[in-house]
């Protein structure tokens, strides 16, 4: 059975002093590099949220706050700080992760009126990224999965992920939540198993 590891949106601006910190996020870098060492994947993966500036997601490119909620194209989508704007040091992956066996990227969040949170597709569901695709076409059916942030990339990219047909695992240690509320990480741990992810300790 082949298997890929996803590794979900390690880029700068979600790493330490980044515009979306998310706490924690650079101790999974050396656990990721570790997987990538000990395993023989067959794919590996990256995301990279890829937004263009004044991407609808940003509170400044609504007038609001970052922390509110607004009705975008008939979902609520939260304002987040501007972050991961195409072409800037803070969308790069950060420079402690180990590229070397990296067979493919996938970049989201390129629509200026949507926001993708999941790797898989756009969070309006009009646009799939290529990676079913891409996972399909090289015979996947088993893929680990680690990253920022677990609340919300991780997350979507492991509903999808069940969704899509595969066995899908979560390394609890190569993943940490952004925790906008302080439950958030928890409760995303509990819908994915309900939801058929297992969480590898
Ligand atoms: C993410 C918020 C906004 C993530 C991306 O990678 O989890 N979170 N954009
Ligand atoms: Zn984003």
Avoid at 187 to 199: C, F, H, L, R
Wanted: charged share 20%.
């Amino acid at each position: 059975m082949k298997k890929a590891l996803i590794i979900v949106d390690v880029q700068n601006d979600f790493c330490e002093g980044g515009a979306l910190a998310v706490p924690g996020a650079n101790e999974i870098i050396p656990y990721i590099n570790l997987l990538m060492e000990e395993n023989e994947y067959d794919q590996i993966v990256l995301t990279q949220d890829w937004h263009p500036a004044g991407h609808k997601s940003f509170a400044s490119s609504n007038g609001r706050n970052v922390g509110e909620s607004i009705i975008l194209n008939g979902i609520p989508q939260f304002m987040w700080p501007d972050h991961c704007i195409q072409g800037t040091f803070g969308a790069e992956f950060h420079k402690d992760l180990n590229r070397d066996k990296v067979t493919h990227i996938i970049q989201k969040g390129k629509n200026i009126e949507i926001d993708s949170y999941s790797g898989f597709q756009d969070n309006n569901h009009f646009m799939k990224t290529g990676l079913d695709d891409f996972l399909k076409y090289h015979d996947i059916q088993l893929l680990e999965i680690v990253g920022l942030a677990m609340d919300y990339c991780v997350k979507f990219t492991c509903l999808d992920a069940v969704a899509n047909g595969y066995v899908t695992c979560l390394h609890f240690n190569g993943t940490r939540a952004v925790n906008v509320k302080p439950d958030n990480g928890r409760d995303a741990i509990y819908e994915m198993i309900e939801k058929g992810v297992t969480i590898l300790g």
